[in-house]
């Protein structure tokens, strides 16, 4: 017996796995815990016996792949071409009644039975046809196209004005058989559990609409009471997809009523609300029935996306046309609705959807500040909003806030540098008018503290975004400031003083990460010191007349506190210079090297004639001096090569343009210079 189990598991194993490398199903009785391929007490003749051999598997291939294409001829010859039939024969009957009405072929009571009697034909026919299994697909859609029809000429009995006049059709009593039409689609869709009925009672239902040219209030009330039957029968048996196009067709039959209709504004808004809340509705009841499925919560999540998309692009169209002021109104009643949503989905475990409610009440609110405010006013209630919807993301770990925050700060960001740049400039007699420098310093200071509430929570970021989104935080505030700060110069036509201001902007960034680990400021100290002396070397430098009197301008000023500053962050970062590590450990030097490079250039400004080649030289000997006192070999470089600039400068350019007596005097100057720093050299030579 041990020896006739060992025997089955091989050939059951065997044939598994030609299965498998054939891609075709396994069937569960082959699955075996163990299939050896050896089996020590079985013949030859019984294990070659015991594979299948390759006629067979072809055998079975071939198998499959004949009931694969009589699959896809079935359901292209049975299901497809069934359900094409049926539109094409409902619209075909709605162009009958259409075509006997317009030509008083027969009375309208009479079009109105062979109407009827046509659906209720369908219907009977789809009843039969149901209950023999061979035709139980194909009667399922003959219910659902006689539902439709029947629809048709319920709706058609009133929204005809001949119709209507004809028949004595009421209102009241038109909307009571349609219920009663939308409760029988309901009772077949349920009780057939059938998503065909359902689909085509609901959808074609909705596509008779089509068929009346005339889109009177009568419309919106048949689209409603579609609507709700269909949102009851969807949610009820779970049939998602249907929800979808539900969304689709509910929007799409009111947009062809509101291009009718453009005056019924408070119709259209409460119809609007209506079939919104329905869908809504709809997804609450579904997302209590997901229980894990993602499949499902994805069909769901998108009718929710369709829904909010669609009531918000029709619902502020009807706002402006209304009244233009309450297009802001309407964004920010639709915003706090999303957002109320969000906070209860998220309270009874449905991350998922209140993610989507989310960022719809966000980007709701986000829209409805423009519509709102003035331009400089857009910026900050966008900067304080970001703010705070990032404070909160971060503190409650929610992913969407965290997201919305980086996206609006983005979109302030880009508003400012695009909009902001053309707002009043700055005056001292009027602060709060100076809009351009309240935009721009707002959004600087708001991307500022939103930098320190990174840094305080690092791992509470966004892991995806955890490399570079500090970053960016600490970079905006920076380049606004600067760019602020530039504008601000131009129009006021000193851009002299910028220098300075941008001066002091450099000490604020480098001295930061001193008060805490800030470390994503420590190289923009470079970048703008780097700006600075590019932009003494490339504006100042050609500005100013180098052949006047300097000394007495007011350059000098500038130029001294930019230095003073380069030179002062150096010096500190070489007294903190275990904050640094890798290559930040070079930042002393750096900005030392700034530093020297700006008194190089303001030398020149500054001074005249062979005052300049004086300069560099007791520059020069000053650095190489304390090189040797401080034993930094960064100074003794930098005096070196200003040096031999120097030299280059007397006998290039002083001994072809000065007299005797100032060519003497720079030589001399020049020789006692070159004589003391090769003396330093000398006497320190074995302690550098």
Known sequence: MDQLKRQNEAISGSLARLLVNAGLPVPPAMKTPSAPNVLPNVQEEEKAESVPSP??????????????????????GVKLFSRLGIIALVVGIGFFIKYVNDNNLISHLGRVIIGVAAGAGLILAGEVSSRFKKYSSWGKVLTGGGLAVVYFVVYAAYAFKDYRSALGMTQGLDIALLVLTALLAIFFSIRDNSQVIAGEAF?????????????????LVYDFILTVALVFTVAYKKWPIIGIGGVV????????WRADNPESNLLAISFLSLFFLSYVLQSTIFSSKLAGDKIMEAKVVSANILNSLFFFVCGILVAREWAGDYDALFCLLFGAFHL???????????RVTSYVYFYFGIAALSIAVPLWFNKEAITIVWSVLSLVVLLAGLKARYRPLELSAYALGFLTFWKVIFFDTDLAAFSLNDILGSTRFLAFSAAAIFFLIGYFALAASRDSIFKPFRGFIPYAYAIAPTFLLMVMLGI??????????????????????????????????????VAIGSLVVFKVFAYDLLSVNLDGDKLDSYHLLTYSVAIALFLGASFVWRFKKDLLAGDEG?????????????????IVLELDGYWVSIGWAVLALAL??????????????????????????????????LETGYRMISYISLGGILLGSSFLYNKYKDKM
């Open 55 to 76: 006629v067979f598997v072809e055998e079975v291939v071939e198998s499959k792949k004949k009931e694969d294409e009589g699959n896809l001829e079935e359901r292209i």
């Open 586 to 602: 070079r930042l002393p030097s750096i900005y030392q090297w700034l530093g020297v490079i700006l008194v190089f250039l303001a």
């Open 203 to 219: 959808f074609l239902g909705f596509l008779t609409c089509l068929l009346n040219r005339d889109f009177g209030n009568m419309v």
């Open 624 to 657: 190489i001096v304390c090189g040797f006192i401080f034993k930094d070999k960064d100074s003794r470089y930098q005096g070196i090569g200003i040096l031999l600039f120097t030299l280059l400068k007397v006998f290039l350019y002083d001994t072809s343009e």
């Open 340 to 350: 109320f949503a969000c906070w209860a989905a998220w309270y009874f475990g449905k």
């Open 488 to 525: 601000e110069a131009g129009v006021s036509d000193n851009l002299n003083w910028l220098t300075m201001w941008w001066g002091l902007l450099f000490l604020a960034v480098a001295m930061m990460p001193l008060a805490k680990d800030f470390k994503e400021f420590r190289w923009q100290g």
């Open 249 to 256: 067709c509910s929007y799409l039959v009111y947009s062809l």
